[in-house]
């Protein structure tokens, strides 16, 4: 949760800045008109998730997953965390992104060591 709090005020510098495609209504913070999600494995698996898991999707792969994401929320690296939950999932069964993101850091590190 911290890193999420830190996250959001980095982001706050920029709006306060007046970067191009940011800014904010209430507490909300805005990219291109998409709800930006703090750095927190949380509420970025909870999106996921219901994306992912929607009944009408039908599980769908991940581009088609961040596809229906995008279409109204984006954080850094939102590609490469996707496509780890769900390849990680489908392996693996149910799994949380943090989870996701560690498995696939241990496997990509016992393969550079091969």
């Known amino acids: 949760m911290e890193e999420a709090k830190e996250s959001i005020k980095e982001?706050?510098?920029?709006?306060?800045h007046e970067e191009e495609g940011w800014r904010q209504e209430g507490k909300v913070l805005f990219w291109k008109k998409r709800i930006y999600v703090p750095n927190s494995a949380t509420f970025q698996e909870e999106i996921v998730t219901k994306h992912h898991n929607f009944k009408l999707a039908g599980h769908p792969e991940y581009t088609k997953t961040?596809?229906?994401i995008?279409?109204?929320y984006w954080w850094l690296?939102?590609?490469k965390d996707i496509k780890q939950y769900i390849t990680v999932k489908g392996a693996k069964g149910t799994i949380?992104?943090?989870q996701a993101k560690d498995t696939h850091t241990k496997e990509f590190v016992g393969m550079n060591q091969e």
């Open 11 to 16: 982001v706050r510098r920029v709006v306060e």
């Open 66 to 68: 961040y596809e229906l």
């Open 96 to 98: 949380s992104l943090a």
């Open 70 to 72: 995008t279409r109204n």
């Open 77 to 79: 690296r939102m590609l």
